[in-house]
């Protein structure tokens, strides 16, 4: 079973930037189609970033050009680079592990972006 630890959350402000990390326990790490989530308050969790066991990537358009998901299969990790954050960017960001049978999730972690 693969588990997921996010950290790099906190509180920013407008036009500065964060990294995430996600942490994946398992040897499948390299297997697994990677992704970052978010979910503000009141609203529905949505895809931020995406990167396959290839490394394709793709993104919301909301963070086209300003995130950039990474992985480093050695440390069994997947980074979510922020920069240029918006107000609209605060959210609860969560790491999503896939694989055909199986999807897990991080417990998530904060990112408060102060305008």
């Known amino acids: 079973q693969v588990q997921l630890v996010e950290s790099g959350g906190g509180l920013v402000q407008a036009g500065g930037s964060l990294r995430l990390s996600c942490a994946a326990s398992?040897?499948?790490?390299?297997?697994?189609?990677m992704a970052w989530y978010r979910q503000a308050p009141g609203k529905q969790r949505d895809l931020v970033a995406r990167?396959?066991?290839?490394?394709?990537?793709n993104y919301a358009d909301s963070v086209k050009g300003r995130f950039t998901i990474s992985r480093d299969n050695a440390k069994n990790t997947v980074y979510l680079q922020m920069n240029s954050l918006k107000a609209e960017d605060t959210a609860v960001y969560y790491c999503?592990?896939?694989?055909?049978?199986?999807?897990?999730w991080g417990k998530g972690t904060l990112v408060t972006v102060s305008s």
């Open positions: 999503n592990a896939y694989l055909t049978g199986a999807n897990v």
């Open positions: 398992g040897s499948i790490f390299s297997i697994l189609t």
């Open positions: 990167i396959l066991s290839a490394g394709s990537t």
